[in-house]
Structures are given as structure tokens and as C-alpha cells.
């Protein structure tokens, strides 16, 4: 990475009073005096930028400079699965038949969208195996919350008020989030020595006050757990439901599916698996799938089709009401449809292949020098821990992540999953080369070797980034929130 | 690291019983697991706690987790000085970085937690 030379001021900063980025005509509008009440008159000019057209485009260039992406290089951010987004879905979901529509626009003018819409729903149940799709919640911990409210629907009907929801120790954040968020209570279930769920533990827990059991599968140690048909069993024979948090969905395509495993519930992450942009990125979708048990909680509209022509159907009298305006983040929706569209069925088969190897590609070279705490082959993605570097040499996974940005990589997630202690989640994605692997490869085993030669070199890194190493301690104790002018 | 005059929990927290009451906090090992604290969610005084069950959260530069009283009974004494200044919990484990005192309902629930040694043997099978 470049050191940049650009001065890190703020726009606000920049220019001069009077400076301009534009030209206009005089106003041929004659001025009104609209006699506003003086209390919500503005006292002070807005303090706007004042900059000129080059000063402006040099300044947000300067700022992508800064950036490290997907596109710019590798970004082995485990579970969050950054692959690339290829460029023909965003070209896709720019056409103005799709971006220049209005969600107020009666059905018959949208006749495409919604039949983009019905048959992005039949894509969705085919590769998770369930009944019916909503298309509202506008991201993937949304999609969570839609579907644990789909869960405590289904129990209420049937005049059962239950009250927990399981939980794996090695579960992402949001599950727990999610689950206290619908108002239940959490209960955590450890992880066997595998890494999969202690399945007599789960016994323990197993009664009529469980609403259900969250799962990911592979999870987040990149661990499939066979157990699931088992798991499955347990769970509905005490009436409780299975969700499947759909994060890690990008290993299985084609392979096997949550309604296979036994589950009821289901939510996607866009992004992850059919290659949509990430949060700050645009917005994201988190589709929600369910068997037909589950159906008629859905929310309102679903997009059916009589034969003739597409409709909202708003005929669901259980419903858990609407969760999104409108139809959630439509134009995320049509980047997926036209993911799947030109990967086709064999493709994204191969797009799970290749992940899964990618992966296991990575941890074969990486267990010779970083402590692998579960050793059997993994899926999309795996944790190693810092753990021998920071007993034998001090030095922190922190530190190492740190590192690798001087290389020119962006680090994996670390310090999760919590039951891993300095853990580090590596996932390639299916979209890198062997090139690209063998160059993370190699950066790491340097890491390696310098925290047994240099380990002060690693705990200052990193040095070849605009900033140095940031004060996170007093970034979180002490946060500065706002850009205050003049100081 | 791990004082012989204190309880220990599988869940990383210490007692220590004055009386019918129990100071508690979280141990050398959790802290030094977590790594800088930044922030420490407690209950308020008069609030119930069950044995087991979280009682509040501690957030560091790394993870969030979860608080699990040692033992059953009534927050009597919660540790302002450690709301404002969570650093505390770093510095001072055992002492000033202590977190609540709750009045035990049931003080047979001691016998269910780790002597120092027992605790220190736990930690070090990790």
C-alpha cells in the first residue's frame, strides 16, 4: 500500500468563501418572502463546502485511495464472505426499467419487476429447499429477526407461549441478538470436541419451553456438523423449530440444503452467497424462507401469479404484518437474480466447490505454523488461533492482523468465534486465484517467522498504512463522534 | 493471580463472601482474555440474580460477553467507580474493579464453585 501524501483534511476545511464547483444561471424566479415564523428561521449560514470542481474530485479520489476492497485486493474476512461483485449485476440492476421504477406504481406498469421477483423466490426455495420466500427484510440480522417473529407466530397460533431459544456457543452475535430481540430467552449449548453441537447437552436442554434452535451449517468454525439429521430429530420431537442462519449457504449450493437438514426456517444473506454489495456498499437483503407450516405467518405482500399476471397478495390473514416498506431493497434482489441467472445451477455447485477448496487449500499450508484447534477438513472457511506466537513470543493475533495490512491484505476476522481463544477466521471465497492464495500464504508464514525473530517489529505494525497503529482502548472509552468546526 | 480466599465460577467470575453477602467480580484470567474493558453494563440495587444466569454484559476492544452470577440472591451494593472508570477491571480484578455485592438467598450455592486451585487447573486446560 502507497503512503499517501494528501493532507487528511476534511472538506469542510477546504477552499476558500465564494469557491464554487458549479454555474448557474441567474434565477429569472422572482424571490417570495415566505414569512417564516422567526423561531424556525436559521440564524447562521449552513456552513456548507466551498470548494471548487478539481478540489472536490481530488479530495473524494484521495479518499478511495485510502479504501481497501474486494476490489483493490484480497480480504479474507471469515463469515462475512467478501467475494467479488461481478460487475455485469450492477450493470444489470442499473437499467431503468428496474432503478426508475416507483413502488407506488400500479401492477400492471411493473409486470417485469414482479415477475423478477416470483422467480427470484423460486430460486431461493429450490437451493434451500423451502416452501415459500419473502423478499422484504433488508438485511441478513433483519432477515433473523423476520424469521424468529415467524417462529413465535407459529407457537402462538397454536396457543403455545415457549419461551427459550437455543443457541451454539460458537454462534454469530446475532442469534442471541436476535432471539432476546423477539423476547425470548437465550440459552447457549456448547460445542463437542469436533466442533459441532454437544449433542448431549442438547438433550439436557431439550423441553416444551423451547421455541427452537438457531443453527449454522457449516458454522462459524467452518465445520459441517453431521449431526444435523440427529440435532433435527431432537429439536421437533420436543416441538421446537430449526432456523438455519444462512450465512455460510455460500458452501453448500447445490450440495445440500436446510430443508434437507430438517430445517423451517431460513434467512439469506444476499451479499454472502450470491455476490451483492456489502453494507456501505448500498443497501442489502436478507430474504426469508420457510416450509409450509410456516406459510401463512409470512409477511405481507407475497408476489403470486394467477396464470396471467403477477400480484401482491396480501390474502395472509396470520400474518406477522409487514417488516420493510414496500418490498425490501429491490434493486439487491435483481444483482442476486442475475447472479444466479448467468452462474445456473451447475455454476453455483461450483461456486460452493471452489470456496470449499479455496479454503481448505489455505488451512493445509497455514496448520504447519499457526495452531489449528480443529483439525479435519473444513468448508468455506476456518480458524486458526495466535495461540503459539503469543505464548512462545508475546505477540497477539491483534498484532499479526495488524501485520498482514503491511503486505497488503486486508486481515481475517479475529477473536471469533469466542470459543477459539485468538482466534483468526480466514475465508478466501470462491473468486481468488492460486496466486492470490499463494501470496497470503507466503505473507503469513513471514508472520509467522518474524514473531519468533522481530516480534517488537509485529506489535508496532502496522507501518506502511496511511495511519499507524490506532488507540482502539481510547477510541471506545473516549470517542469523538462529531467534526467540530475550527478545532 | 487467583487469591485462595475467593470462590471461582466456570464462567470466569470470583465471590467473595463477607458474611451472607458475596462481592463479585470477574478474574485475572477474564480479564486479561478480554483485553482493554471499555465499557461494563450492571443491574441496579434491589434487582434479583440467578445463579448461573447473566446479570450484565462487559464490552472490550474485542467481544462483548456476558456477566453470570456466581450465586442466587438481591444486588445489595453496585460499583459506580467501575461504570465511570472500567479500566478498573484491568487494573484491579480483585479489588477495585469489583462489580456488584448480592445478598445470597441461598449460600449453599458456594459449595458448586471452584476453590483458587481448582479454578487455576481450569484455566490452564483452557
Partial sequence: MIKNPWNEKLIFELGAPGRQAFSLPASDVPEVDLDWPENMRREKAPGLPEVSEPELVRHFTALSRLNHGV???????????????????????????????????????????????????????????????????AAGAHGELTGILLVRAYHRCRGENRTRILVPDSAHGTNPATAAMAGYQVVSVPS??????????????LDERVAGLMLTNPNTLGLFDENIHIIA???????????????????????????????????FNLHKTFATPHGGGGPGAGPVGVKKDLVPFLPVPLVDFDG??????????????????????????????????????????????????????????LKKYFYLPYDRFCKHEF??????????????????????????????????????????????????SKETLDRFIDAMIRIAREAEEEP???????????????????????????WRAGK | MYPADLKYSKDHEWIRVEGNRGRVGITHYAQETLGDVVYVDLPRAGDMVKAGESFGTVESVKSVSDLYAPVSGEVVEVN?????????INKDPYGSGWLIIIEMSDPGELDNLMDALAYEEMVKEG
Avoid at chain 1, 192 to 205: I, N, P, S, Y
Fill in chain 1, 383 to 432: 480458524v486458526i488461533s495466535g495461540k503459539w506466537q503469543k505464548e512462545r513470543n508475546g505477540v497477539k493475533t491483534l498484532d499479526m492482523a495488524k501485520r498482514l495490512l503491511d503486505y497488503g491484505f486486508h486481515p481475517p476476522t479475529i477473536y471469533f468465534p469466542l470459543i477459539v481463544e485468538e482466534a483468526m477466521m480466514i475465508e478466501p471465497t470462491e473468486t481468488e
Fill in chain 1, 233 to 267: 430429530d431432537m429439536v421437533h420431537k420436543v416441538g421446537g423449530l430449526l432456523y438455519y442462519d444462512g450465512a455460510n449457504t455460500n458452501a453448500i449450493m447445490g450440495y445440500t440444503r436446510p430443508g434437507n437438514m430438517g430445517f423451517d426456517v431460513v434467512h
Fill in chain 2, 80 to 88: 459506580r467507580e467501575v461504570m465511570d472508570h472500567p479500566d478498573l
Fill in chain 1, 71 to 137: 476490489d483493490t485486493d484480497f480480504y479474507p474476512l471469515g463469515s462475512c464472505t467478501m467475494k467479488y461483485n461481478p460487475k455485469v449485476d450492477e450493470a444489470l440492476a442499473a437499467l431503468p426499467g428496474f432503478a426508475g421504477i416507483h413502488p407506488y406504481l400500479p401492477e400492471e406498469l411493473v409486470q417485469g419487476a414482479l415477475q423478477l421477483i416470483y422467480e427470484m423466490e423460486a430460486y431461493l426455495a429450490e437451493i434451500s429447499g423451502m416452501d415459500r420466500v419473502t423478499m422484504q427484510p
Fill in chain 1, 308 to 365: 396471467k399476471r403477477y400480484y401482491f397478495n396480501y390474502d395472509l390473514p396470520h400474518s406477522i404484518g409487514k417488516v420493510r416498506s414496500f418490498y425490501g431493497n429491490f434493486g439487491v434482489v435483481v444483482k442476486a437474480y442475475a447472479y444466479i441467472r448467468s452462474l445456473g445451477a451447475e455454476g453455483l455447485k461450483q461456486v460452493s466447490r471452489d470456496a470449499v477448496l479455496n479454503a481448505n487449500y489455505l488451512m493445509a499450508h
Fill in chain 1, 456 to 482: 517488537e517489529k509485529i506489535k508496532g505494525a502496522p507501518y506502511t498504512t496511511y495511519i499507524g497503529r490506532l488507540d482502539e482502548v481510547a477510541a471506545a472509552r473516549k470517542p469523538e463522534l462529531r
Fill in chain 1, 192 to 205: 463437542d470436541q469436533r466442533g459441532g453441537v454437544d449433542v448431549a447437552a442438547l438433550e439436557k436442554l
